[in-house]
């Protein structure tokens, strides 16, 4: 690559050591299909904004019942980060694995989310928010299914992951 050229450039050449998928990749859905495609696109937001604006009584109330779930389903994604930090820390870069930084930074971290998950997943909330806890369960469940079928599928999916600024 030329002195002078921006990471974009570097993405673009694949040279940052991430996964080569670029706008134009996504976007190269077939001649003649612009058109189509973007109609759908709008067609099914609409589709399924508008009933779920109404059943939830309104902007406001849609506002609240999605960013509550998104809160919960945010909360399950950091602590089993926080989870997954120390294994893939001391599985693929043990020389530099530290037990503060580590384990016990992001185990406090998850420490100080325990009342705020606890308060969004007590029982006794009212309808659909008593709901919530156990659909993000079932997200996670769900994706936990899916990420084992793929691994299963293409065994070496995910492992140049996390190697972009590492050096490998």
């Not at 050591?17 to 996504?26: E, K, L, P, Q």
Request: proline share 7%; with cysteine; hydrophobic share 50%.
């Amino acid at each position: 690559m030329q002195q002078g050229s921006t990471s974009t450039d570097q993405l673009k050449a694949g040279q940052l050591g991430t996964v080569d998928v670029t706008a134009s990749t996504v976007a190269n859905i077939g001649p003649g299909i612009d058109f189509y495609f973007a109609f759908g696109v709008i067609a099914v937001t609409g589709g399924v904004a508008a009933p779920l604006t109404i059943l939830a009584g309104g902007p406001v109330g849609l506002y609240a019942e999605c960013s509550t779930m998104g809160t919960i389903v945010i909360l399950f994604v950091y602590f089993l980060t926080t989870l997954a930090l120390p294994i893939f820390m001391w599985r693929r870069h043990r020389q530099s694995f530290s037990g503060l930084r580590h384990v016990a930074v992001p185990a406090t971290g998850a420490l100080m989310l325990v009342v705020p998950f606890v308060e969004l997943c007590k029982p006794g909330q009212p309808a659909p928010y008593s709901a919530f806890p156990y659909i993000a369960l079932a997200i996670v469940a769900m994706a936990t299914v899916v990420a084992f079928v793929v691994v299963r599928r293409h065994p070496t999916t995910g492992s140049g992951e996390g190697t972009t600024f590492a050096g490998s």
